[in-house]
T-cell receptor
Framework: AQSVTQPDIHITVSEGASLELRCNYS??????LFWYVQSPGQGLQLLLK??????LVQGIKGFEAEFKRSQSSFNLRKPSVHWSDAAEYFC??????????FGQGTTLQVKP | ETGVTQTPRHLVMGMTNKKSLKCEQH?????MYWYKQSAKKPLELMFV???????ENNSVPSRFSPECPNSSHLFLHLHTLQPEDSALYLC??????????????FGSGTRLTVV
């Protein structure tokens, strides 16, 4: 069955430190992959997406993600975290069923 | 502004009330979705509409009744809800029901509290 796993439920980093949020998926082929961010009380905002081609994709707000087929992973990174990055982050895959499948989400806390 | 607008942003209703949630998109998308987001639970897909036709109902109780009068508007009619229905209800749209290369665009959600 298709699934998405975000192993870290909660992560705390210091402002200015680097960040990596993990995402693993289970799917037979290469799906479309997405990262969304949700601030408290808000909807989901698309950070970046991967369809094909270059495995390192750039997104908004200084985020990037790398697709690694061999590891079935699509980890999100940012070199220097800002306090405004505190939010919940969702990894999602879009298989050919057309139904977006979300991970459980990772809550990011940023320490001053 | 995400391109998908949901109203109201907050709603408090009694268990005997009838209310409706509204979603509107002007992105030219042909598929629209309702999701439920409860605390400490994954996002739950409730309904899928493609070209105004309901193509999926994920075992949602009948106290939730969707309506899609045209490709730009989606409603969720609520009646005789239970306290456990309190959640953030998110609307999304996509180019077509395959999701398209753009994925889904989400609204800001309606925070529903049932008392």
């Amino acid at each position: 069955a298709q699934s998405v796993t975000q192993p870290d439920i909660h992560i705390t980093v210091s402002e200015g430190a680097s960040l990596e949020l993990r995402c693993n998926y289970s799917y037979g082929a290469t799906p479309y992959l997405f990262w969304y961010v949700q601030s408290p009380g808000q909807g989901l905002q698309l950070l970046l997406k991967y369809f094909s081609g270059d495995t390192l994709v750039q997104g908004i707000k200084g985020f990037e993600a790398e697709f690694k087929r061999s590891q079935s992973s699509f980890n999100l990174r940012k070199p220097s975290v800002h306090w405004s990055d505190a939010a919940e982050y969702f990894c999602a895959v879009l298989p050919n069923t057309g139904k977006l499948i979300f991970g459980q989400g990772t809550t990011l806390q940023v320490k001053p | 502004e995400t391109g998908v607008t949901q109203t109201p942003r907050h709603l408090v209703m009694g268990m005997t009330n009838k209310k409706s949630l509204k979603c509107e998109q002007h992105l030219g998308h042909n598929a629209m979705y309702w999701y439920k987001q409860s605390a400490k639970k994954p996002l739950e897909l409730m309904f899928v509409y493609s070209l105004e036709e309901r193509v999926e109902n994920n075992s949602v109780p009948s106290r939730f009744s969707p309506e899609c009068p045209n490709s730009s508007h989606l409603f969720l009619h609520l009646h005789t809800l239970q306290p456990e229905d309190s959640a953030l209800y998110l609307c999304a749209s996509s180019q077509d029901r395959t999701g398209g290369r753009g994925g889904y665009t989400f609204g800001s959600g309606t925070r529903l509290t049932v008392v």
